[in-house]
T-cell receptor, first 117, second 113 residues
Framework: DSGVTQTPKHLITATGQRVTLRCSPR?????VYWYQQSLDQGLQFLIQ???????AKGNILERFSAQQFPDLHSELNLSSLELGDSALYFC????????????????FGNGTRLTVT | TQLLEQSPQFLSIQEGENLTVYCNSS?????LQWYRQEPGEGPVLLVT?????EVKKLKRLTFQFGDARKDSSLHITAAQPGDTGLYLC?????????????FGKGTLLTVNP
């Protein structure tokens, strides 16, 4: 158990809709990262928050947004959903602001499987 | 953009066999990580290698970082069904005070009893 909690585990919705994915980081971790995993693209970094502030941006679409709340949980909002948005969405957390494999390794949740029909 | 190519994409073997999977790039990495992801779960960090030529062992798993820090390999001895999973490599590039971590697409290993 990584200590990172993601809800819901599965989500099925229609094109054009909006969904919110939720992540609670491991106790003591201040950074939250969002990743998208699909068969053709692999694991793609979307965005990082540290202690409530956006820290780094990856391949995140403009239709997607995220935030980290004062209690450090994070939400990823996906809007105007398209069929191609179907994927596994992972949240990961780490202790510090810098993604360092030594002092601040990544701990992944078990993901939310999003299916857009 | 640093691309990591993992091979083979799929590997199905019998229990007790040995195997090696590869992670290659044209880019130089500050460090390289290996993760294992089991069905329905997130990736779990197995090891981090830092120095060119470094070899690390984790029970039956041997990880090697290439001399030029552009490639890595994972060798499993006497594979067991519990080794089944998606093996991901991730290369870290230092961008100032922060690392950028790029993942390969993985090798899906199935060990049959």
């Amino acid at each position: 158990d990584s200590g990172v909690t993601q809800t819901p585990k599965h989500l099925i919705t229609a094109t054009g809709q909006r969904v919110t994915l939720r992540c609670s980081p491991r106790s003591g971790d201040l950074s939250v990262y969002w990743y998208q995993q699909s068969l053709d693209q692999g694991l793609q970094f979307l965005i990082q928050y540290y202690n409530g502030e956006e820290r780094a941006k990856g391949n995140i679409l403009e239709r997607f947004s995220a935030q980290q709340f004062p209690d450090l949980h994070s939400e990823l909002n996906l809007s105007s959903l398209e069929l191609g948005d179907s994927a596994l969405y992972f949240c990961a957390s780490s202790e510090g602001p810098h993604l360092s494999s030594y002092n601040s390794p990544l701990h992944f949740g078990n993901g939310t499987r999003l299916t857009v029909t | 953009t640093q691309l990591l190519e993992q091979s083979p994409q799929f590997l199905s073997i019998q229990e007790g066999e040995n195997l090696t999977v590869y992670c290659n790039s044209s880019s130089v990495f500050s460090s390289l990580q290996w993760y294992r992801q089991e069905p329905g779960e997130g990736p779990v960090l197995l090891v981090t290698v830092v120095t060119g030529g470094e070899v690390k062992k984790l029970k039956r798993l041997t990880f090697q970082f290439g001399d030029a820090r552009k490639d890595s390999s994972l060798h499993i001895t006497a594979a067991q069904p519990g080794d089944t999973g998606l093996y991901l490599c991730a290369g870290a590039v230092s961008g100032g005070s922060n690392y950028k971590l790029t993942f390969g697409k993985g090798t899906l290993l199935t060990v049959n009893p």
